[in-house]
């Protein structure tokens, strides 16, 4: 399964789109503030680990099969089953639900689901092993710098302290960045307005900018700071201080440890376990959403945002 191939749940399309995953966001809010799911920092834990490990699925999906199956380790659906690794589904197997590209949603089953059938290989270390890591921070902080200039967003260093690591700000500057749509037979650029100022320590080591590099995206894209687009990314700028760091968080730390890269964010979620804190009233969606994003950013160019008519 092509690690970049699952749903992509940021906007980039219309407005029956939007409608759609407000609809869905919603939903699943409601879903966990009503179950009290994960409101124990234990339990949200636990949900960030699974999702963090489950590297081959985009971390929205990841915790869709949180959800139906925390102890999952590696799902595909029937006919990919049979003809990659000619195995059959159990009789009475329950399917896992999650959403597929392009379309509303998909059946898939956890491999202990599955028998196999005469003549089927040895299974993979993608499946017996899922949990490898892929990538380099040198080549995800390139793309999502790259990628975050289509959203008006520049990133610049500055020399500070240790206590100094970054931090993400709006501004009414007139100035147009340059965001690549084309490379060959010659370049071509898309002119962005300038939105959101990102500034980064540059005497920290690369690990550390690039968690902080996320932390401030994540605020960004949980809606922390509006949004220019409601198509894009939510207004949440009614969120608690508390509320949008520990979404900031959530969000550094999925996406740093599914690179493989430690983070502080671990520490600021082991503070909330040790002292046995509920979790903040956070929007789950938002966290995996960004998750998603940001993810995406780091591994592949992105296409423009699109202004979709009213």
Request: glycine share 6%; charged share 25%; proline share 8%.
């Given at each position: 399964?092509?690690?970049?191939?699952?749903?992509?749940?940021?906007?980039?399309?219309?407005?029956?789109?939007?409608?759609?995953?407000?609809?869905?966001?919603?939903?699943?809010?409601?879903?966990?503030?009503?179950?009290?799911?994960y409101k124990s920092t234990q339990s949200y834990c636990d949900l960030l680990l699974f999702v963090a490990n489950f590297r081959f699925y985009a971390p929205y999906?990841?915790?869709?099969?949180?959800?139906?199956?925390?102890?999952?380790?590696?799902?595909?659906?029937?006919?990919?089953?049979?003809?990659?690794?000619?195995?059959?589904?159990?009789?009475?197997?329950?399917?896992?639900?999650?959403?597929?590209?392009?379309?509303?949603?998909?059946?898939?089953?956890?491999?202990?689901?599955?028998?196999?059938?005469?003549?089927?290989?040895?299974?993979?270390?993608?499946?017996?092993?899922?949990?490898?890591?892929?990538?380099?921070?040198?080549?995800?902080f390139e793309r999502t710098t790259a990628n975050a200039l289509r959203d008006g967003v520049e990133v610049s260093p500055f020399h500070g302290g240790s206590q100094?690591?970054?931090?993400?700000?709006?501004?009414?500057?007139?100035?147009?960045?340059?965001?690549?749509?084309?490379?060959?037979?010659?370049?071509?650029?898309?002119?962005?307005?300038?939105?959101?100022?990102?500034?980064?320590?540059?005497?920290?080591?690369?690990?550390?900018?690039?968690?902080?590099?996320?932390?401030?995206?994540?605020?960004?894209?949980?809606?922390?700071?509006?949004?220019?687009?409601?198509?894009?990314?939510?207004?949440?700028?009614?969120?608690?201080?508390?509320?949008?760091?520990?979404?900031?968080?959530?969000?550094?730390?999925?996406?740093?440890?599914?690179?493989?890269?430690?983070?502080?964010?671990?520490?600021?979620?082991?503070?909330?376990?040790?002292?046995?804190?509920?979790?903040?009233?956070?929007?789950?969606?938002?966290?995996?959403?960004?998750?998603?994003?940001?993810?995406?950013?780091?591994?592949?160019?992105?296409?423009?945002?699109?202004?979709?008519?009213?």
């Amino acid at each position: 399964m092509k690690k970049g191939s699952q749903n992509n749940l940021f906007l980039d399309g219309g407005a029956d789109v939007a409608l759609n995953a407000a609809t869905t966001r919603r939903a699943l809010d409601e879903l966990f503030c009503l179950t009290q799911q994960y409101k124990s920092t234990q339990s949200y834990c636990d949900l960030l680990l699974f999702v963090a490990n489950f590297r081959f699925y985009a971390p929205y999906n990841a915790m869709l099969i949180h959800i139906q199956r925390p102890g999952a380790k590696f799902v595909c659906t029937p006919s990919r089953w049979l003809d990659d690794f000619k195995r059959e589904i159990k009789p009475g197997s329950s399917p896992l639900l999650i959403l597929q590209p392009m379309g509303p949603v998909m059946f898939v089953f956890d491999v202990l689901d599955t028998i196999p059938l005469p003549g089927a290989p040895q299974l993979p270390s993608s499946v017996d092993s899922p949990f490898e890591v892929s990538g380099t921070v040198d080549s995800q902080f390139e793309r999502t710098t790259a990628n975050a200039l289509r959203d008006g967003v520049e990133v610049s260093p500055f020399h500070g302290g240790s206590q100094q690591a970054g931090q993400i700000a709006s501004t009414r500057s007139h100035r147009l960045l340059r965001y690549q749509t084309k490379f060959k037979p010659e370049p071509e650029f898309l002119p962005v307005p300038l939105r959101y100022e990102l500034l980064l320590n540059s005497s920290q080591p690369r690990e550390v900018q690039y968690a902080t590099f996320v932390h401030e995206l994540a605020h960004l894209y949980c809606g922390h700071l509006g949004s220019p687009n409601p198509l894009w990314w939510p207004d949440r700028r009614g969120c608690s201080l508390e509320e949008r760091e520990f979404e900031a968080e959530s969000v550094s730390y999925l996406v740093c440890r599914r690179l493989g890269i430690d983070t502080p964010s671990e520490d600021y979620l082991a503070g909330y376990l040790e002292r046995n804190s509920p979790v903040p009233n956070i929007s789950l969606e938002a966290v995996m959403v960004a998750a998603n994003l940001i993810e995406r950013m780091g591994r592949e160019r992105l296409k423009p945002r699109k202004e979709s008519k009213k």
